[in-house]
């Protein structure tokens, strides 16, 4: 399997401005610039695309886990918060956080918490990042 997406960019690192398509369709000349990514301008950023990424890719690897286990979800609701911080040699991805919240019929806490786990260190997603990736992970009932 191979997925696609493309990005153009014109002009400066800070006046500048690029857009991102892929192939898709889902995002098509999506408007993204330094002040999308830096500051609060209108528009998408490599972080907020890779949150999203992490975020459906350990919410599909957490149903899988619990597939595995004989329980299925209800609901898995997942947030990514990817941080980007200014370092030494540069910028770079350091730290991302998953925040967790699924109802989950007849799981005890115990399995919730095993197949949570194995999805954080299994999903493709995670196993991409060199971050460190951190969890809350909360079962309804």
């Known amino acids: 399997m191979l997925r696609k997406a493309s ?12 857009k991102i398509t892929t192939d898709s369709g889902v995002l098509k000349d999506t408007q993204y610039s330094f002040s999308t990514r830096f500051e609060d301008g209108i528009g998408t950023n490599p972080e907020e695309l ?26 898995i609701n997942t ?16 730290k991302v956080h998953l925040d967790v919240t699924a ?4 799981a005890t806490e115990e399995a919730f918490m095993t197949a949570a786990n194995n999805a954080k260190a299994g999903c493709p997603i995670s196993k991409l990042l060199k971050a460190e990736i951190t969890m809350d992970a909360k079962l309804e009932s």
């Open 7 to 18: 990005a153009e960019w014109n002009g400066s690192i800070k006046e500048g401005g690029g």
């Open 103 to 106: 109802k989950i019929p007849q």
């Open 79 to 94: 947030t990514a918060s990817v941080r980007l911080e200014k370092l030494e040699d540069g910028f770079a991805i350091t």
């Open 50 to 75: 890779i949150a999203a990424a992490h975020a459906g890719c350990f919410s599909m690897a957490l149903s899988g886990q619990l597939g595995a286990a004989g329980l299925t979800a209800d609901s």
